[in-house]
């Protein structure tokens, strides 16, 4: 691991893993900024979650850098950009700046060494399919399934993490759990509680 200064956007319920993407719309002034400044730079940006709510709030201390690798600047100073996940970073601290965004002192993963890539059993996939129909039916989404069966095993575990409506302290588990394969049994678990909870209540890890 390296130390490295990261500019971070802390979003809650918004994951980026690394090997995967995440499209963003930047509208709020600070985070113009920040994406201004990291076009600037190095293009890079740190996906965090915020753990309590607040103008301020405390951050996990975990999170995902990613390098823009798609970038629309509106007229009125938006951006929609795309973020494609390199490597984890644990927050050692975070830094004293005049920016309007936040930045950290965070120690960096090695690029590619994410611990998540052995490919699911064919039992375990087909299992995980089952378990998101059921859930995409309970929540009403239609879902293109046969684009789905296409996806790598990665490509979807990771789909499900970032799209399925879970509380953030869920996500977090999923964006920290380093193994594909024990990423996939916690989604299964969580679509499973969501399933049978009711519908007006979010998914909450305990």
Known sequence: MTGQRISVFPL???LLFPGSHLPLHIFEPRYRALVSDALARDRMIGM???CEEGARPKLYDVGCLGRITECE???DGRFNIILAGLARFRIVRELDV?????????EVEDEGQDGGIEPLAPAMRAALELEARRF????????D???VSRLDDMTFVNSVAQVAPFDVAAKQALLETRSLIARAELAMQLMQFFGH???DRPATLQ
Do not use: D, K, M, N
Not at 98 to 106: D, H
Not at 136 to 143: D, N, P, R, S, V
């Open 145 to 147: 399934w046969s684009a």
């Open 48 to 50: 965090i979650q915020p």
């Open 98 to 106: 005049t920016t309007p965004f936040r930045q950290v002192e965070a």
């Open 12 to 14: 809650a319920g918004a």
């Open 73 to 75: 600047a509106l007229e």
């Open 197 to 199: 909870a009711q519908t």
């Open 136 to 143: 995409a039916e309970h929540l009403g989404y239609i879902i």
